[in-house]
């Protein structure tokens, strides 16, 4: 009998974890799935995390010495960064125009608002609290966080990862600067350690139904009640619009415009990473899965792949930046505040620069939507309106992190083809990589 593909397995997972949850809030198991269900899907969590920064070093040290100059370092690098803020930017503007034209905050009930503030208060404040320890000196606060004093402390917290990011790229660029006889053996070191840690990932994704299973059976029977989602089911809708013309849409067309490939090919090559997204929230964890399927699934060189992937999981968020757009006015509509037009392009450029600064982990969209609250004069009302939103979170979080592990692939594949890299691709999966051994 010919083997189920891997998408097929992960989304048969999905889809028994939603009804084994469903069946476990009804029949009131809640204790026992948190007890015994749900860590099974926070260790395939952890090990998809354990392997992000062995990934993000291995692959981009090779894949900048790999380069071998300078020049197409740079040329690959603006134009990585390029299609990147395009994309975020376009994403911003599609959220803003959905959110004015539907205005889901205008009639909403006082007593729902009400009633969601003494729900999430507290949850809120811890989230605001967090962003005020991220918050900065200045202005190029940013730009200081960039360099790590230290790389094993940079390497030992995720939330980390640019710094580990910039430690990469600047070891590959010593790597193509050096003697090539003379750092061969440090260069072939790395190539055997990217093809370790791509391994690992072929047997971590062995479990992966298993593992989604587990976290989508635990999401469903923690979740708040219906009729809270009732409430805030317009803003919900407004975002998920956004996010739907984002991968249904604008990132098909991109791909088969720029690189002529077909809506099918390119679901059929990413959709193992788009069900692993929408299942962790982690466009980090998610990484692994985001980079083999690009390569081998949808023919970007690794040479490409393996730099512009770990930049964009990690500052690349489109559907975070809209997700940010449509709160932040959405919070306006609700406390009754008239934006601006100059206000509304103000959150282009801070839900831009707040979804580069969101680190690729659960919730880590909310936490940065306080610094757009916050440039646009709300201030006052942070507690309550992240409060508000605060119940949707995590189902929207899993739809955003689809949409921007499918941007980076998409940017991926535009970046690939620009340069040349962009081959047909070369088809395995999983359980072939398992039954070579
Ligand atoms: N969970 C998202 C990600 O990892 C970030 C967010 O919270 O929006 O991509």
Same mark, same amino acid.
């Given at each position: 009998?010919?083997?189920?593909?891997?998408?097929?397995?992960?989304?048969?997972?999905? !889809?028994?974890?939603?009804?084994?949850?469903?069946?476990?809030?009804?029949?009131?198991?809640?204790?026992?799935?948190?007890?015994?269900?749900?860590?099974?899907? !926070?260790?395939?969590?952890?090990?998809?995390?354990?392997?992000?920064?062995?990934?993000?070093?291995?692959?981009?040290i090779k894949g900048v010495s790999d380069l071998k100059d300078m020049s197409k370092l740079s040329k690959m690098g603006g134009r990585t960064v390029g299609i990147y803020l395009m994309t975020t930017v376009l994403a911003v503007v599609l959220g803003l125009l959905a959110v004015n034209l539907i205005q889901p905050g205008a009639n909403i009930d006082p007593d729902v608002v009400a009633k969601l503030q003494v729900a999430y208060g507290g949850d809120a404040n811890a989230k605001i609290e967090m962003a005020s320890?991220?918050?900065?000196?200045?202005?190029?606060?940013?730009?200081?966080?960039?360099?790590?004093?230290?790389?094993?402390?940079?390497?030992?917290?995720?939330?980390?990862?640019?710094?580990?990011?910039?430690?990469?790229?600047?070891?590959?660029?010593?790597?193509?600067?050096?003697?090539e006889e003379k750092v061969k053996p440090v260069k072939d070191f790395f190539d055997g350690f990217n093809e370790v840690v791509l391994k690992m990932i072929d047997l971590i994704m062995l479990y992966a139904p298993i593992g989604v299973f587990a976290l989508l059976a635990s999401i469903i029977v923690e979740a708040p009640s219906a009729d809270i989602f009732q409430a805030l089911g317009k803003y919900a809708v407004t975002l998920l619009l956004v996010l739907g013309i984002m991968t249904?849409? !604008?990132?098909?067309?991109? !791909?088969?415009?720029?690189t002529g490939r077909s809506y099918g090919s390119?679901?059929?090559?990413?959709?193992?990473?788009?069900?692993?997204a929408f299942s962790t929230s982690s466009s980090a964890a998610t990484l692994p899965v985001t980079m083999e399927r690009t390569e081998e699934h949808l023919g970007v060189d690794s040479e490409v792949a393996s730099f512009v992937l770990p930049i964009g999981a990690t500052v690349n968020m489109d559907g975070t930046s809209a997700y940010q757009a449509v709160a932040a006015v959405f919070i306006a509509q609700v406390f009754g505040m008239e934006l601006t037009l100059m206000q509304q392009i103000g959150i282009i450029a801070t839900a831009t620069l707040a979804s580069i600064g969101s680190a690729a982990v659960p919730s880590a969209g909310i936490v940065m939507l306080v610094i757009v609250l916050e440039q646009l004069g709300l201030g006052q009302q942070m507690a309550a309106g992240i409060a508000l939103v605060f119940a949707v979170d995590r189902p929207l979080d899993m739809c955003r992190t689809v949409v921007n592990v499918t941007g980076d692939a998409t940017v991926a594949m535009l970046v690939a083809k620009s340069v040349d890299k962009l081959h047909e691709p070369e088809v395995r999966n999983w359980d072939d990589h398992y039954k070579e051994e």
């Open positions: 009998m010919k083997k189920l593909a891997l998408h097929w397995k992960i989304i048969i997972g999905m !889809v028994a974890g939603v009804l084994f949850g469903l069946l476990g809030a009804e029949l009131e198991w809640k204790t026992f799935i948190v007890d015994w269900i749900k860590p099974f899907g !926070v260790i395939f969590l952890s090990s998809l995390k354990l392997i992000a920064i062995p990934l993000i070093l291995a692959s981009l320890n991220q918050k900065t000196g200045g202005p190029l606060q940013a730009l200081i966080d960039l360099v790590p004093q230290n790389i094993f402390n940079a390497a030992a917290d995720n939330g980390n990862m640019l710094q580990v990011i910039f430690f990469a790229i600047f070891f590959g660029i010593g790597l193509i600067l050096a003697p249904f849409a !604008v990132y098909p067309t991109l !791909v088969s415009v720029f390119f679901f059929k090559g990413i959709a193992p990473a788009q069900l692993l």
